[in-house]
């Protein structure tokens, strides 16, 4: 059991690069979740789906696009990156919306834009 | 708009003492408090919840205390050993919406 996986690990963008961000899990979890964390502030909700099928905003979506592929899969897609996107991103997962409260994070990926 | 505050960036505690972190928060209407912990270069796990029905929650070492007149809580880890040096977030959650998180306090054990 691999638990929530990220692909890419680290990424460097120049300013007006898109990219994509991979998030896959296999507990057969029926939410996902994007968030950002930057120094000194807490992890910010991006995006979240429900369940396969359905996306919403978060805190902080813009810039920002999703897709949630199939149950195991929710992207995350810089189409324009900024500086300001510069952040180590998280994806997780829980068993139902909010889980029992409790969200199971994958390791990370850190960007930079320049 | 800080809901979850952690005022606290770090703490040093020596080994085998206790650990005391700091969480303020201005909901209301948070029906639940979770704490994380997180290692460098690895992703939040989750340690410990409370209800806000409850004012004490133990599990092990670790325990959350939950004022909830004051809008604070706290996690107590006694002892401390060294494996408990990471950041540890707050988070507090409101029926089916987001969760919403503190700042992270870095906690460090001394040997």
């Known amino acids: 059991n691999a638990g929530v996986t990220q692909t890419p690990k680290f990424q460097v963008l120049k300013t007006g690069q898109s990219m994509t961000l991979q998030c896959a899990q296999d507990?057969?979890?029926?939410?996902m979740y994007w968030y950002r964390q930057d120094p000194g502030m807490g992890l910010r909700l991006i995006y979240y789906?429900?369940?396969?099928?359905?996306?919403d905003k978060g805190e902080v979506p813009n810039g920002y696009n999703v897709s949630r592929l199939n149950k195991r899969e929710f992207s995350l897609r810089l189409e324009s990156a900024a500086p300001s996107q510069t952040s180590v991103y998280f994806c997780?997962?829980?068993?139902?919306?909010?889980?029992?409260?409790?969200?199971?994070f994958g390791p990370g990926t850190r960007l930079t834009v320049t | 708009d800080q809901q979850v505050k952690q005022n606290s960036p770090s703490l040093s505690v020596q080994e085998g003492r206790i650990s005391i972190l700091n969480c303020d928060y201005t909901?209301?209407?948070?029906?639940?408090f979770l704490w994380y912990k997180k290692y460098p270069a690895e992703g939040p796990t989750f340690l410990i919840s409370?209800?806000?029905?409850?004012d004490k929650n133990e599990d092990g070492r670790f325990t959350v205390f939950l004022n909830k007149s004051a809008k604070h809580l706290s996690l107590h880890i006694v002892p401390s050993q060294p494996g408990d040096s990471a950041v540890y977030f707050c988070?507090?959650?409101?029926?089916?919406?987001?969760?919403?998180f503190g700042q992270g306090t870095r906690l460090t054990i001394n040997p």
């Open positions: 909901n209301s209407m948070f029906d639940y």
């Open positions: 988070a507090g959650i409101q029926g089916a919406q987001k969760l919403v």
């Open positions: 789906s429900a369940s396969e099928g359905t996306t």
């Open positions: 507990m057969n979890h029926n939410s």
């Open positions: 409370i209800s806000s029905i409850k």
């Open positions: 997780a997962s829980s068993e139902t919306l909010w889980g029992t409260y409790e969200q199971y």
